[in-house]
């Protein structure tokens, strides 16, 4: 207690601003004692106000009170220095602000000490010192202390400066006394207790709902993992009786068997990189959702009406989806296809060598004497052999392969695509994360670019496609153009529209109906009208095909039989004031 004692005498004779034992003392006219250097200092930085004050009772002073030292005061401060009593302040009354932590408004200088309480009757925030005076000056206990809190401008009224008390139903928003009056007059008023307490319970609904998302997300989050793992050990299953099969023709097609590898792993690729994809959405989603999760726990927690409110706007107003994905969980035979089609092709290759190895010992010519021929004629018959084989591994490929027939078949080759703005005509608009254009009257700022169509109003995707792709466009007006290009096709003449030329291919629709175009060359295309048509390429095949989309029906519009020389790019040319979007399709 005799420690303590010495602690709050020591106390009496520091500056309330340095919380240092006083230097060249000075009294104000109100009675309160600062260091010389300290009080002008803090006088100093409200210059341009005229008004100067005390920093502990807050008295204010019309004109800046002329200074004069306490002698007495300075006296005692020297013994206290010469006793040794100038020691530093306990740490739990000098404890420096850290970063993110409220200072005390009053200190001044580099060592600004961490602010405990606000008062809601000042306005501002103090440290364990500064806070003294509201407990023991009777008219500053009547004050209404809060927690340390940096947002006490936004809790005052920018038309009146005064306490925001009050909450207007009409407008949704804090407003103070003054305004009830004046522009709120007649609206409905209730007081912030009375709002935020039927704020909060909205608040815990929405935090149920979110906890609700989450545990359904989850959910899906674990099929989704279990999809994958099904994907993987399909795959290896397949890969592991494919190398039982082919190892009883080893001998013969050793380099063949790679092939079938290579189909497996990329079949499970894709599969599993498409469930990853679908894997990655679902935890952004979770991660947004435990976000918003823990800013509703700190709302709820938060002591004042006001701030709560205030912050309560922001918060209720950013909506997360509540749709979750459907996840279709492929089957555990996903690559049994694989494996019948190489027990099949053992069968006809067996098969077959015995019937060509029987046809080449009847049509090779007699040997000559020479050993040499029969060598020769040993590795054309191994090679007549391979070529046998080749023709069937295709054809098979090629029977398990067919060209899709329902909208179910051709979604499994459905491809990602967006519009490659550097390719994109100056009265093209593109939105929706660059995968809807729209074409306007006005030119954009697009900047120069090589690849920027000039001539006509097209503009082509990023992808280039070489196997077998499928995507939808949706689109709106009277006049669209949906085409696949090669790259190199012109950007400034009147032939560089699709269609006017022979390196790309086009299908316009319209509400008239479809007409189709390639090299100049036009084809009336009949079937029914959608707002939807979907486009299916098969690059090695040659086949490019156009569909109209209804729900999940598709009817093939216009088919088209050629050989691609070069990777195509979709593309698209919307007439004005008409739009097309290509669909996301997951």
């Known amino acids: 207690m005799a420690q303590q004692g010495v602690v709050l005498d020591q106390d009496q004779f520091c500056c309330s601003i340095c919380l240092d034992l006083l230097k060249d003392p000075v009294t104000l006219p109100c009675g309160h004692s600062y260091g010389r250097s300290c009080i002008e200092g803090y006088w100093d930085q409200d210059e341009q106000k005229g008004v100067y004050s005390c920093p502990q009772c807050r008295q204010n002073f019309t004109r800046r009170p002329a200074l004069k030292t306490n002698n007495m005061l300075a006296e005692v401060v020297e013994k ?37 309480k606000s008062c809601l009757v000042c306005m501002v925030s103090y440290c364990q010192t500064h806070l003294q005076p ?22 005052i009224c920018s038309s009146h400066d005064k306490m925001l008390e009050v909450f207007c139903q009409t407008d949704q928003q804090c407003i103070c006394m003054l305004c009830t009056m004046e522009e709120h007059k007649g609206h409905d008023i209730v007081s912030s207790k009375a709002e935020r307490e039927e704020k909060q319970d909205k608040l815990v609904l929405s935090q149920q709902e979110v906890q609700q998302r989450v545990q359904q997300r989850e959910k899906k989050l674990e099929e989704l993992q279990q999809a994958v793992d099904s994907l993987k050990r399909s795959g290896q299953a397949a890969e592991k009786d494919s190398e039982r099969i082919f190892s009883d023709m080893i001998r013969s097609i050793e380099r063949r068997r790679s092939e079938v590898k290579d189909l497996i792993r990329a079949q499970q690729g894709a599969a599993v990189s498409q469930a990853e994809g679908l894997l990655e959405k679902l935890e952004q989603e979770m991660a947004e959702l435990r976000r918003r999760d823990a800013e509703l726990e700190k709302l709820s927690h938060i002591e004042d009406n006001i701030h709560f409110l205030q912050n309560y706007q922001s918060l209720s107003g950013t909506s997360v989806s ?115 254009v729209t074409r306007l009257k006005q030119k954009q700022p697009y900047p120069d670019h090589p690849e920027r169509f000039t001539r006509h109003s097209q503009v082509l995707c990023r992808e280039a496609l070489s196997g077998r792709c499928y995507w939808e466009v949706e689109w709106r007006g009277d006049n669209v153009n949906m085409a696949v290009s090669y790259k190199d096709i012109s950007r400034t003449d009147s032939h560089s529209g699709f269609g006017k030329n022979n390196k790309s291919w086009r299908l316009r629709f319209s509400r008239g109906g479809y007409m189709f175009r390639h090299n100049s060359v036009e084809t009336a295309v009949s079937g029914p009208r959608s707002s939807r048509v979907g486009v299916y390429l098969d690059h090695k095949a040659g086949t490019l095909s156009f569909y109209s989309v209804v729900s999940d029906t598709v009817t093939l519009l216009h088919r088209v039989q050629t050989n691609f020389t070069q990777p195509l790019y979709p593309g698209l040319w919307p007439s004005i004031d008409h739009s097309a979007e290509i669909i996301k399709m997951w």
């Open 322 to 436: 509540s749709d979750v994905p459907s996840i279709s969980v492929p089957p555990l035979q996903y690559f049994k296809h694989v494996t019948e089609v190489v027990s099949e092709l053992r069968e006809k290759l067996e098969e077959l060598i015995q019937r060509a190895c029987s046809n080449i010992s009847t049509t090779t010519p007699t040997p000559a004497p020479d050993p040499a021929p029969d060598g020769i004629n040993r590795v054309t018959t191994k090679r007549s052999i391979l070529v046998v084989f080749l023709a069937l591994v295709i054809y098979l490929v090629l029977q398990h392969n067919p060209e899709p027939k329902t909208r179910a078949d051709l979604l499994q080759y459905s491809c990602q695509l967006t519009l490659d703005p550097n390719t994109a005509h100056a009265r093209l608009f593109l939105s929706e994360e660059n995968r809807k």
């Open 134 to 155: 509201h407990y023991q000056v009777p008219g500053l206990k009547k004050h209404k202390l809060v927690e340390a809190t940096s947002g006490l401008q936004e809790m």
């Open 80 to 116: 206290l220095k010469e006793t040794g009593g100038a020691q530093a302040f306990p740490s739990e009354l000098t404890s420096p602000a850290g970063p993110g932590e409220v200072t005390c408004d009053v200190c001044t200088g580099p060592r600004k000490q961490r602010a405990l």
